[in-house]
């Protein structure tokens, strides 16, 4: 399970990777983008193993990302999407979204407002974490620069 977990890792480590180089990512920050990214799936698959809900680790896991993402671009002077648009991608529920339409289609509305709102509870999740980190680094980039 563990190396699983890790493997899984790895690859969304790669495939964040490969997303900055077909996003023409600068090359220096790709590893950093990577990083974050399967980082951020690690938090999530061990979130979900914990047997919480999917929303639940998307939450955890997208607090997590945004966080890195403003610390690297901090870091590295660059911007935080660089990061956090990279990183957010093994999150983003696309899963869900293909089963609600698949269900829509074959006209099964139960199964199709089941992923339906799945898709809209782990799509929030990540929307609500990213506000909140990035409210929490406004107030303390505030607060120190008041001093």
């Not at 077909?22 to 980082?39: N, S």
Request: glycine share 8%.
């Amino acid at each position: 399970m563990v190396a699983g977990i890790l493997i899984r890792s790895m690859g969304a480590f790669l495939a964040v990777l490969s997303f900055g180089l077909v996003l023409e990512l600068p090359k220096k920050y790709l590893f950093h983008a990577g990083l974050v990214g399967g980082l951020g799936w690690l938090v999530y698959q061990v979130v979900e193993v914990c047997l919480v809900s999917e929303p639940m680790a998307a939450f955890l896991s997208s607090l997590m990302v945004a966080g890195m993402s403003h610390v690297f671009a901090r870091k590295l002077k660059a911007p935080v999407t660089v990061f956090l648009v990279a990183g957010i991608l093994p999150s983003v529920p696309g899963a869900s979204i293909y089963r609600c339409v698949y269900y829509m289609m074959r006209d099964i509305r139960i199964l199709s407002t089941r992923y339906l709102v799945e898709t809209l509870q782990i799509a929030g999740a990540i929307a609500l974490a990213v506000f909140f980190i990035d409210s929490v680094f406004r107030l303390v980039q505030q607060f120190t620069s008041n001093g």
